[in-house]
């Protein structure tokens, strides 16, 4: 059992009122918040520690080095990656998968190959190999859902053939919080001898993951999903596919030797590090990592499927709902609908009442096409949400649909 109370009270955004109502704060699926010692750490590096990494003898060089290169072996630990050089800082999970599809794409993939993607993915799994088929002529095949918002297997087991280089997959879905059978997925590609990237954004901050016992090829996410800061994030892939792609920016860093003639380049995973990274967000995302684990995932796990189960079960009580996404294994991810109320009109007066939740497409325009909906209304747990705050959400949908119908 979690004291959700202690958790809350490291949480300083949640004192905040919204139009004089306690802020209840159902975004998470956008965005965390950060507990004080994340924000902490942030202070810390620009008052005590800064100096740009890598490059400097000086001491407080060496020690912002240091806490990077720390994050990077913290961040292994946390997925179980077999190299720290396996871990490719990033901005964030949208430009690890861009990275992936151009330097990826420019050494593997050639005219007439095939790329599965899922019709669930959001916006960042999809365009990014869009662009590049303006380079390239691949296809995009894409594998549907069911009427609960599971992948349909037999259809992708389907779309393989001689052509296939690569399934893009999400761990789970940010709008219906379908978990996705990746195991299952990346052990049937193999059997093709295809590698799978998978977009962890939505997994990482819920389900615990080994990317070895996954065998995955590919694993991206953003730190500031799982308590951590913005503009940081991670790009883990075996070291054999690493090691054949090429960069995917210039600059400092990446390089060995640079004359006009011939520039060498660095060894991973410096490579696809270009230019200063983002080493006060890196220390403290090894703070938001280690946050984690005080906790403990799976007791936060079980505090948030409880709350997923309840407001679920709540939900389906008010007249005219409809939920999407109704997979048997969730994350805390709720999208809904009540009668033809648009989904932004209740999103605003929700928020009127001290209530964050998202509306809209959320990046996932094709599969908004595939339900037949523009949008919805998501509301999405953390591990400081509490029972007395979806009673609050509750009554508001019940409310706000009562003044809209
Ligand atoms: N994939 C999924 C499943 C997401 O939920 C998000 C964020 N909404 C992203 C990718 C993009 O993440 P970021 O904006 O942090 O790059």
Not at 68 to 74: I, L, Q, S, V
Not at 195 to 203: E, I, K, N, R, T
Not at 342 to 360: E, F, N, Q
Request: charged share 20%; glycine share 6%.
């Amino acid at each position: 059992m979690i004291d959700v109370a202690a958790i809350r009270s490291q949480f300083p955004i949640l004192q905040r009122e919204i139009y004089g109502k306690p802020l209840i704060y159902l975004d998470n699926a956008a965005t965390s918040q950060h507990p004080q010692c994340v924000i902490d750490r942030i202070a810390h590096s620009y008052c005590r520690v800064n100096a740009n990494v890598h490059r400097g003898v000086h001491t407080l060089s060496q020690e912002a080095t240091e806490a990077h290169e720390n994050t990077r072996k913290k961040v292994q630990r946390y997925i179980n990656a077999r190299y720290s050089h396996e871990i490719i800082f990033t901005r964030g999970t949208t430009e690890a998968i861009n990275l992936v599809a151009h330097s990826f794409g420019q050494a593997h993939l050639n005219d007439g190959d095939e790329v599965i993607l899922t019709v669930m993915e959001h916006h960042s799994d999809i365009v990014p190999w869009q662009l590049l088929q303006q380079r390239k002529d691949i296809k995009l095949r894409v594998v549907p859902i069911d009427e609960r918002g599971e992948l349909n297997m037999e259809i992708f087991r389907s779309l393989f053939n001689e052509k296939t280089r690569l399934v893009c997959v999400m761990q789970a879905s940010n709008v219906l919080g379908t978990i996705n059978p990746i195991d299952e997925i990346i052990a049937y590609a193999h059997t093709h001898n295809v590698p799978v990237l998978v977009d962890g954004a939505q997994g990482i901050p819920h389900l615990s993951v080994d990317v070895q016992a996954l065998d995955a090829d590919f694993y991206v996410f953003s730190a500031h999903k799982v308590y951590g800061p913005t503009g940081i994030g991670v790009l883990y892939g075996k070291e054999k596919w690493l090691d054949s792609m090429p960069p995917y920016q210039g600059g400092g860093e990446m390089i060995a030797q640079v004359s006009f003639e011939r520039t060498t380049f660095n060894e991973l995973p410096y490579k696809f590090e270009a230019g200063t990274p983002d080493y006060v967000g890196s220390a403290a995302f090894a703070t938001a990592l280690d946050w984690v684990e005080s906790v403990g995932l799976e007791a936060m796990q079980l505090h948030e499927e409880a709350l997923l189960h309840y407001a679920t079960t709540q939900l389906m009580t008010i007249d005219g709902i409809k939920i999407y996404g109704t997979a048997q294994r969730k994350t805390p991810v709720i999208s809904f609908l009540v009668d033809n109320i648009h989904h932004y009109d209740m999103g605003m007066l929700l928020d009127k009442l001290g209530i964050a939740v998202r509306t809209g497409h959320h990046c996932a325009q094709p599969l908004m096409h595939a339900l037949g909906i523009e949008g919805t209304v998501r509301a999405s747990f953390a591990v400081y949400n509490t029972f007395e705050e979806i009673d609050a959400f509750i009554a508001a949908v019940k409310r706000v649909s009562n003044m809209l119908r």
